[in-house]
Nanobody, 117 residues
Framework: QVQVVESGGGLVQAGGSLRLSCAASGSIFRIGAAGWYRQAPGKQRELVATITSEDSTNYADSVKGRFTISRDNAKNTIDLQMNSLKPEDTAVYYC???????????WGKGTLVTVSS
């Protein structure tokens, strides 16, 4: 059974960095398009960054210049490098990944990022 698994969350001080990773287990297919989303307590889930199967990227205005989404072909992961973190970046971060060939999308269960002031 295919599972999308996020990793790399944790507690960091404001101004610090974290790198999140999104992997698809149980599948022979590689990740194509994908997106990182986040949901803070009491708020709706929001888009953070996306990457197309051709590696075009897009970012929410709130993270432009601080976050970078990228693909690691060797590991078949979609990574999110987060720099200059702010307390308002605190949220559960989710990955939504589409597998190439079969074009099915999967959500991960999320990884918690906490930024202390």
């Amino acid at each position: 059974q295919v599972q999308v698994v996020e990793s790399g969350g944790g507690l960091v001080q404001a101004g610090g960095s974290l790198r999140l990773s999104c992997a698809a287990s149980g599948s022979i297919f590689r990740i194509g398009a994908a997106g990182w989303y986040r949901q803070a307590p009491g708020k709706q889930r929001e888009l953070v960054a996306t990457i197309t199967s051709e590696d075009s990227t897009n970012y929410a205005d709130s993270v432009k210049g601080r976050f970078t989404i990228s693909r690691d072909n060797a590991k078949n992961t979609i990574d999110l490098q987060m720099n200059s973190l702010k307390p308002e970046d605190t949220a559960v971060y989710y990955c939504n990944a589409e597998l190439r060939v079969i074009h099915r999308k999967y959500w991960g269960k999320g990884t918690l990022v906490t930024v202390s002031s």
